[in-house]
């Protein structure tokens, strides 16, 4: 039954029984996890992690991964993310959390929970939440409403408990202008590096160290996934000649949207805005409006007495010319006056948020509908893309069910002479450049087995119907068809060593010896940089990693205390010289720096407080986690 299900995934069958079995969640359905002692996971100060608690956060994690890696996801990546113990992490946090927050009277509240959901602009439509698009949202994520509110409000409670902690916690000017002064401090370095390649020469290489090395690093040399897809691609270019759109269609369309058709009544106006000086009172400001626009006495009159009194400087020098505006476009409470006026009127004074307007009504455009033989290629072609996408699907279930009944791709493709697509094998992570190969489509293909098709996919030019035509699993190669590579990898490995020792003797006499005379002893290259401010982050010739090391240096004189491997040589660095602060902009950056260095200061005071608890906490963990 799986493996039909697999096949037919695409199919219209298929989708009728996965519809009938789809659990729909309904927006706020919190859960709660209900369980027995043989189910938890670990406890935290007698706090309960159940399995299901970590089965539910992990896959979170995962989907976020998945969503931010695509295909570049893969088994290497995972291990070295470690997910599981930074699962667990999270969830002891979240335990601390609630006990502290059951301790100090912290809570958060479902109204409060609502509330903080409902803001988030991804779940709203026209600025206002939208229920549908929330559960849809989640559904894209594979998050269950429960698990992502669950998450929301333990995000909740540590920002309560953050905002009670560390609001007293401020940057003093005293520390702002310290720190100010040091990051802008500009310093001198001097440098040179010792290449790993100096010392290649003197490593030994046998074939029994090769082999040793070998099997001591096998994992190393793992290869990388590969695969191969063979498809064909049903393009929404030509399914839209396909599309006939009737008349009646076109005729239904107009009638129901006329609206869109219609272009809204226009009207052309001048204005003189008042605006209300300080201290007038509202009848000075009034009686002084009413002044002005008895100084018009026709609307001949209305241009220059604008251009001399108008407050508004965008308009007042074209006459208070405001163009042809829709009703749409006016102050609310002008709309009615302005477009119940006679062409020629003159108007008010009228009151706005601005002040009060004075207005000449110069001309009308009454509301106009084109009629449908001008529009009628426009409607053809939107209800052409309405109806594409889902042509475009019924046709490619209907060619899926067709495909799967003669036999697979390759046999319907020869009998209806059809040609298909097949790719060179390639690695998910640097697929070749093909527009249907999009990640979802990579990510679909790493989950099948050889020969298997997918379920059917849209990518930007059409739906894709595809199977996997080859895959090659990772796996470690012998011995004599990665010798070369084992050479290599070894020699950098051992010179490295030896190299770091050499560095090591090297910078013990830099510290006490002559540095012209060592420089020539081992043939190093010193060079000086110019001045620099220590916030520098880039500095030609000097790599990230030596420089973070090097902004530290307080002396001149002073050597980073050990050599620093970068970018395959090992760096020796000595501040050189420095230069006081130039203050002069510090008074202008102070207000910035000072919210940047408290918010620095909070994070480090709530790290260390919650560091303290964590290290305090008893963790009791009764299984080994779960590799999932």
Known sequence: MLDFLRQRAGSWLVKIILGAIIIVFIFWGVGTFRTGKRNILAEVNGAPITFEEFQALYAQKMNQLRNLFGPNL?????????????????????????QVAEKMGVQVSTKELQLAISQIPMFQTNGRFDPQKYRLILRELRLAPKDFEEMIRAEFIEAKIRHMLLTPIRA???????????????????????????????????EDKLKKYYEANKEKYRTKLKIALTYYLLPFKELEKELK????????????????????????????????????????????AQKIRKKIKSAEDFAKVAAK?????????????????????????????????????ILGPVRSPMGYHIILVEKIKPAKTKPLSQVKAQIEQ???????????WDKAEKLYDEIILTGGLEAWAKKEHKKLVTTPEFVPANPPEDPNLTPEVIAAAQRLTQGEMGSLMEVPNGIIIFKLA?????????????????????????????????????????????????????????????????KETQVPGIPQEVLSMARGLGKPGEWISAPILAKDAF?????????????????????????????????????????????RAQVKLYHELPKL
């Open 245 to 288: 759109i009737s008349e009646e269609d076109l005729k239904n369309y107009y009638e129901s949207h006329k609206n869109e058709f219609t272009e809204p009544e226009k009207r052309k106006i001048r204005h003189i805005l008042i605006t209300k000086k300080k201290n007038e009172t509202e009848e000075e400001f009034l009686a002084r």
């Open 571 to 615: 760096y020796f660095v000595k501040l050189s010289a420095t230069k006081p602060a130039d203050l002069k902009e510090f008074e202008k950056e102070k207000k910035n720096l000072q919210e940047l260095l408290t918010a620095k200061k909070r994070k480090e005071a709530f790290d260390d407080w919650y560091q303290a608890l964590r290290e």
């Open 74 to 98: 893969n088994d290497e990546l995972l291990k070295r993310l470690n997910l599981p113990a930074q699962v667990f992490e999270d969830l002891v946090r979240r335990k601390i959390m609630l």
């Open 470 to 534: 080859k895959k090659e699993p990772p796996h470690i190669p012998p011995f004599d068809k990665v010798k070369d590579k084992v050479k290599q990898d070894f020699v950098r490995e051992e010179a490295a060593k030896l190299c770091g020792k050499k560095a090591e003797k090297i910078l013990s006499e830099l510290k006490k010896g002559n540095l012209e005379q060592i420089s020539q002893k081992y043939g190093l290259n010193f060079k000086e940089t110019d001045f620099f401010p220590r």
């Open 172 to 206: 003093t000017s005293f520390e702002t202008k310290e720190w100010y002064s040091f990051e802008n401090e500009k310093i001198k370095l001097l440098y040179a590096k010792l290449p790993i390649s100096n010392c290649e020469a003197e490593v030994k290489v046998t």
């Open 309 to 345: 009194y108008s407050d508004d400087p965008h308009s007042k020098k074209e006459g208070g010319d405001l163009g042809w505006v829709t009703a749409n476009e006016v102050f609310e409470n002008l709309r009615e006056v302005i477009f119940s006026a006679r062409e020629g009127e």
């Open 382 to 392: 939107k209800l052409k893309e309405q109806k594409l996408k889902a042509y475009a």
